[in-house]
């Protein structure tokens, strides 16, 4: 595999990783927005539906931030660029939240 192919991987795994990411953070607020906004009750499958989504939102945390170190420490790309990526996918996939580089 080349530099260029190893790249467009790479930039395809960070993408992967947001998109996982976003979708189950939408669905964690929709139960927020439920349960605290509309003071609607939610019944015991949609409470454990919520939990295990927020336990699976911690993993998938993780998972991320391995993809992007392990791209970052092997080379593949530098820390901004793949930030940039990450970041641009956010935007693509709808997520208003400032993100920070370090």
Do not use: P
């Amino acid at each position: 595999m080349n530099d260029k192919e190893l790249k467009e991987k790479a930039k395809e795994l960070l993408y992967e990783s947001e998109r996982k990411n976003v979708r189950i953070g939408q669905a964690i607020r929709e139960y927020e927005h439920r349960f605290y906004d509309e003071s609607d009750a939610l019944d015991d499958v949609e409470m454990e539906d919520w939990k295990s989504k927020e336990l699976y939102l911690i993993d998938l945390r993780n998972e991320r931030d391995t993809i992007f170190n392990t791209i970052v420490l092997l080379g593949v790309m530098s820390r901004e660029e793949a930030a940039d990526i990450v970041c641009n996918a956010g935007k693509e996939l709808g997520v208003n939240e400032i993100r920070t580089r370090r």
